[in-house]
């Protein structure tokens, strides 16, 4: 199994270098063979997947690096074959990012089912990682949990 971990972000440059070759497309999204990641700086962490099929529809999603902290997703071997990548440097980790209309601050990500692709290559793939029991498809980007009080001894 291949740890990703020291996720380096992704480079913008021309649109060609923007663009990922998805033949599996994604789940859910089969027909989506083809995206482009779509980046303005005022959004940032955040980026747009733009998927192309018969209509074109958008993701938002992030690279985990820095992010979410102690997220090292590990891919199965035969993954890491068919995406031809044979060292961590090499793989671009994406998660979708569901944000609620309703209320964006209980957006979530999914860092079950990330999308990885192949910096050399820019074929790409979503796929369950091998270590997923040890995160949710529902991890919450901001904790809402009550701040602790330090109580004060004189």
Known sequence: MKVLSNITPVDFGATAENEILLPNGLIGFRDFK????????????????????????HFVVIEPGGIIADYEPEIFDEDAEALEISDPTEAM??????????????????????????????????????NYSRYSAHHALI????????????
């Open 34 to 57: 083809r995206a482009e990641l779509l980046y303005m700086p005022d959004h940032l962490p955040f980026l747009w997947m733009r998927l192309h099929g018969s209509e074109t529809i």
């Open 93 to 130: 980790v994406l998660n979708i990012v569901t944000v609620h209309r309703q209320s964006p601050v209980d957006a979530s990500v999914n860092l079950v089912g990330p999308v990885i692709v192949n910096r050399r290559t820019r074929i790409g793939r979503q796929l369950v990682i091998s």
């Open 143 to 154: 904790d809402h949990a009550p701040a602790q009080s330090c109580a004060r001894t004189a």
